[in-house]
């Protein structure tokens, strides 16, 4: 069973980037899919951006295209989540997730860090 544990979070300026990381540990990291997912207050937590096992395929919900880059480096059991002008609407609780099983398909992580406040302010 893999744990992940993220880093990285904190209270920036509009405009302003952050580089969020997530480490996993206790599993073959690169059997997993990878996910970054955040939910903010009073809402829904929805994924941001997806990752296959080889990092060849990548997914990003519409908001955050052009501005977000999630990448992996299966040698060091690391997921990254790039974040360049940021938004006040990115202010969340940002979630680093695995999943054995489709790297698409967002009911299928099954395993969650424990979450990262990132806050952008105005």
């Known amino acids: 069973q893999v744990q992940l544990v993220e880093f990285g979070g904190g209270l920036v300026q509009a405009g302003d980037s952050l580089r969020l990381s997530c480490t996993a540990s206790g599993g073959t990291f690169s059997s997993y899919g990878m996910g970054w997912f955040r939910q903010a207050p009073g809402k829904e937590r929805e994924s941001v951006a997806t990752i296959n096992r080889s990092g060849s395929s990548t997914y990003y919900v519409d908001s955050v295209k052009g501005r977000f880059t999630i990448s992996r480096d299966n040698a060091k059991n690391k997921v990254y989540l790039q974040m360049n002008s940021l938004k006040p609407e990115d202010t969340a609780v940002y979630y680093c997730?695995?999943?054995?099983?489709?790297?698409?398909?967002?009911?299928?992580?099954?395993?969650w860090g424990q979450g990262t406040q990132v806050t952008v302010s105005s």
């Open positions: 997730a695995a999943t054995s099983g489709l790297w698409y398909i967002t009911g299928h992580y099954n395993y």
